[in-house]
């Protein structure tokens, strides 16, 4: 039923309102114009059948040009221009103002504003109001112009009857689904208001984080050039202020990649260059930039990395993702510690697992982990990050139409899991 009514009226992500409630109008009409000039033709009007029958015609070709070529402008004019024209003319051939045709008038007018843009309202007002005035004028002044086509009381009753009940059902069901529709662009629009405001106070949030932990960095450097202008400072010193202020911008420099990327694709979204890739030459230059900040901690690496196995994948992003998890397993992991890179197969799929003996998780941090409900959170020697990393790791995997999920234990260590689609 739901691809029937998208195929007669449009899929609502293709169609704007107007246009889909223009088609409704349009399907309803060729049902009621279809029962219309059989019924008028038995009832002895046969002119009348004869005018709905060109009505059928031109509401045929309204729709069609509105339904498949997306002309909507077009088949509205068209088709409020020749609604009106048509009915003046069966005004005259249906018993003028004793007829039904006063009330077919009044449909049109509420079908063609319901339809139409805002913008032509007053000029269908003005068009509607000079036919049907001119028309009654018209009859007012020279009666002869009418015909009188009812032969019997019967048949008066009968079609201002059927007139009116069929005006009653159109106006009643082109109501209900205005309604519905208005209820349904009401409740998208109100969701997107509640994700533009998430995402608004999450982007303030966010950049608040990161001119707060800026500063951080420019202290240090400006107190460390201060010191060396002021005072003699032996060579260990140095070395430990040195070891320190280049952990501190590594960091610095992590976050600020991270902020491009994110910034990047909330300006033009998210764009992918998935090309083969070899898993072991995306991961060692990352493993090797790593280097220097595991040695200053201490930390000893075990890696696996199949030489051999190559994945569908950005390359950059696939870096990014690396790097991400691979720096929080630093960060997080105690001097000492150890960490643990594998990249194995898995069916069709290749799994990079990430593995340290760090702090692990909070159980009520997990459920965010991936989310843009930034905290800052601060490594075993006092690192610190916003949490944005993660998010882009989540974004970045599924658009290379991978997986990425977690394990962890508060006081154990984290294991990261990350896969993607074998390259044949």
Known sequence: MRRTFYFLIGNPEQFTLEHRVFNAICVILLVVLGYNVPFNYLVGLKETSLIFMVFLTVFGMMYYWSRFKHKLTLAISIAAISASLL????????????????????????????????????????????????????EYYNA??????YGSRQELFVDMTSTYLINV???????????????????????????????????????????????????????YLELMREAALDQEDKD????????????????????????????????????????????????????????????????DIDPSISVNADINMLQLIVRNIIGNAIKFTPSGGNIYIKAMRSENDCL?????????????NKPDIFSLKMQSTFGTNNEKGVGLGLFLCKEYTEAQGGKIWFESNKGIGSTFYISLPLAN
């Open 87 to 138: 009915f003046a003319i069966n005004y005259f051939f249906s018993s003028g103002i004793r007829g039904a045709s006063l009330l077919s008038f009044t449909l049109t007018f509420f079908l063609i504003m319901v339809a139409s843009p805002v913008r032509y309202y007053v000029w269908w007002l003005i068009l509607n109001l000079v036919i049907v005035i001119g028309i009654i004028v018209a």
């Open 144 to 149: 002869d112009l009418v015909v009188t086509m």
């Open 169 to 223: 059902a159109v106006i009643f069901i082109g109501t209900l689904y205005i309604k519905r529709a208005y209820n349904t662009e009401k409740k998208t629009v109100q969701e997107k208001t509640a994700a533009l405001e998430k995402m608004n106070a999450e982007k303030s949030k966010l950049f608040s984080i990161i001119s707060h932990d800026l500063r951080s960095p420019l202290h240090s450097i400006q107190g």
């Open 240 to 303: 430990r202020i040195e070891l320190e202020l280049l952990s501190m911008v590594n960091g610095t420099q992590e976050m600020l990649y991270n902020m491009l990327s994110w910034s990047k694709n909330q300006m033009d979204g998210v764009k992918v260059n998935i090309v083969p890739t070899n898993v072991a030459r995306v991961i060692q230059p990352v493993v090797e930039v790593k280097k220097m900040l595991m040695l200053k901690k201490t930390i000893e690496l075990e890696d």
């Open 352 to 364: 990079i697992v990430v593995r340290d003996n760090g702090n692990g998780i909070e159980e009520t």
